[in-house]
């Protein structure tokens, strides 16, 4: 998919009304009114189905909607909307390398910090080191959290500010334009930066509840779409196994083709029940569980995304057949917000406190 194309979907995504007017709390749609629990879920709803049809769409999608919802909470959207349109902010929501280790786990759950905590969270949110970026083509600016007096604070930096290095496609995802960015100044110094479009002041109560509630929503936003992805290789799947012959009789006859698509299902089952149950207001989930959760379903996920490329057969590996890319999108969302494998060690220090 061209550049062009991209955006003519999400101009069609936004003509659906999926982006909540401003204040966020008067209007239903992505990210909005996270008090209450229908919302919630209706915010999930939206990233399966638009995942179900593409996944950058979805995920383009969710971090616009993010970024809405970050800079509504800090109070900054109509000041930075005014130089940089909402849908030209990037979005990252991590560091460098993972999630900060456990040393971010225990920062967010105010557990005792040593000072190779301190030292490890300035490192991880040092922008002069590169972080990856996924985001729409031509985009103007980048919405990411820094590392400043102690806290995690938010800054958005135009472009021009930025070092990007473009580099071949790691896995999926290629609508995206996907690369290696880092400041060309350092964020964190300094009372005034022009290099800064804006920067957040919180204090630590809030500093730390919107970095969890970031997580929060990209960890089931990576999951939402997961399933989607998968909803959309289980029509794949079934709709080949019912026209496809193999010794004269439909090939979802056969036990074999019959167990791969109850493994496809049974992913599915299982997911949709998992996200059932954060059907709640978003400052009632808990963090760790959501951390659990994803770390417990990515597998599977994978799994019956590949299940769907052995139904086709060899047919299935051909780019233009297209469960082929469905695994590629489903692992890059593994790697999405520091990456499943960091999740351990997150969770390793959420749970330092309650030691």
């Not at 062009?4 to 401003?22: C, R």
């Not at 390398?97 to 490890?120: C, F, K, N, T, Y």
């Not at 289980?234 to 439909?250: D, Y």
Request: a negative charge; glycine letters at 10%.
């Amino acid at each position: 998919m061209d550049a062009p194309t991209f955006h003519q979907l999400m101009a069609g995504v936004e003509g659906l009304g999926v982006f909540p007017e401003v204040p966020l709390d008067d209007s239903p749609g992505l990210w909005s009114d996270l008090g209450d629990a229908m919302s919630v879920q209706l915010s999930l709803g939206i990233l399966r189905a638009l995942a179900k049809g593409n996944a950058a769409v979805a995920l383009v999608a969710h971090r616009r909607a993010l970024v809405q919802w970050v800079l509504t909470v800090c109070g900054a959207a109509d000041e930075v909307t005014s130089m940089i349109p909402v849908d030209k902010v990037a979005f990252a929501s991590t560091g460098h390398h993972g999630l900060g280790r456990e040393s971010l786990g225990a920062w967010i759950a105010q557990g005792p910090l040593l000072p190779d905590d301190v030292s490890m969270l300035g490192d991880w949110l040092d922008r002069s080191h590169a972080s990856q970026v996924w985001a729409s083509p031509g985009w103007q600016g980048l919405l990411w959290p820094c590392w400043r007096d102690g806290l995690v604070q938010w800054c958005v930096q135009p472009r021009h500010a930025l070092l990007v290095q473009r580099g071949a496609h790691p896995l999926g995802l290629s609508e995206l334009e996907i690369g290696a960015v880092c400041s060309r100044t350092a964020v964190h110094d300094g009372e005034a930066d022009s290099s800064l479009v804006w920067r957040s002041s919180l204090d630590a109560e809030v500093s730390r509840q919107l970095l969890a509630n970031v997580l929060k929503m990209e960890f089931l936003a990576a999951m939402a779409m997961g399933l989607g992805v998968q909803d959309r290789g289980a029509a794949l799947a079934r709709e080949f196994a019912g026209i496809r012959r193999q010794g004269g009789t439909l090939i979802e006859r056969h036990p074999a083709v019959q167990q791969m698509l109850c493994d496809i299902a049974a992913s599915q089952h299982q997911l949709q029940n998992l996200l059932g149950a954060f059907g709640r207001p978003l400052h009632e989930l808990s963090l760790t569980d959501i951390a659990l959760t994803r770390k417990a379903s990515s597998d599977a996920l994978v799994h019956a995304c590949h299940q769907v490329i052995q139904v086709h057969g060899g047919l299935g590996y051909m780019r233009d057949a297209g469960p082929e890319k469905l695994v590629r999108d489903q692992h890059m969302l593994r790697w999405m917000a520091g990456g499943v494998a960091a999740l351990p060690l997150l969770l390793s220090g959420l749970q330092r406190s309650q030691a």
